[in-house]
């Protein structure tokens, strides 16, 4: 089972931009889809961006399509998030996890990395 540990996050004003990281551990990381989640308090955890294992499809949800971008670096077990037009609604807590079946439910994921802290203000 791959382990999964964030980076990255931190204080950044409005219009800033930050990068995420996710490093793995395991050989298993290149087999899987990797997506990357978020959850503020009062609220669920909701899927901000996927990428299939070899990188060649991205998904991004609606509220941050055109501002962030997920990639990886498969020799580096790594999958990344950049996030840049930061807004205060993008304060949250950022995961990401591994996708084991079909679908963008926080459900379909596994491995879930500890998350990082952004928050964006002022």
């Known amino acids: 089972q791959v382990q999964l540990v964030e980076s990255g996050g931190g204080l950044v004003q409005p219009g800033g931009s930050l990068r995420l990281s996710c490093a793995a551990s395991?050989?298993?990381?290149?087999?899987?889809?990797m997506g990357w989640f978020r959850q503020s308090p009062g609220n669920e955890r909701e899927v901000v961006a996927d990428?299939?294992?070899?990188?060649?499809?991205?998904y991004y949800a609606d509220s941050v399509k055109g501002r962030f971008t997920i990639s990886r670096d498969n020799a580096k077990n790594t999958v990344y998030l950049q996030m840049n037009s930061l807004k205060p609604e993008d304060t949250a807590v950022y995961y990401c996890?591994?996708?084991?079946?079909?679908?963008?439910?926080?459900?379909?994921?596994?491995?879930w990395g500890q998350g990082t802290q952004v928050t964006v203000s002022s």
């Open positions: 996890a591994q996708r084991l079946r079909p679908g963008l439910r926080p459900t379909a994921f596994g491995s």
């Open positions: 395991g050989r298993t990381f290149i087999n899987y889809s």
């Open positions: 990428i299939t294992s070899s990188g060649g499809a991205t």
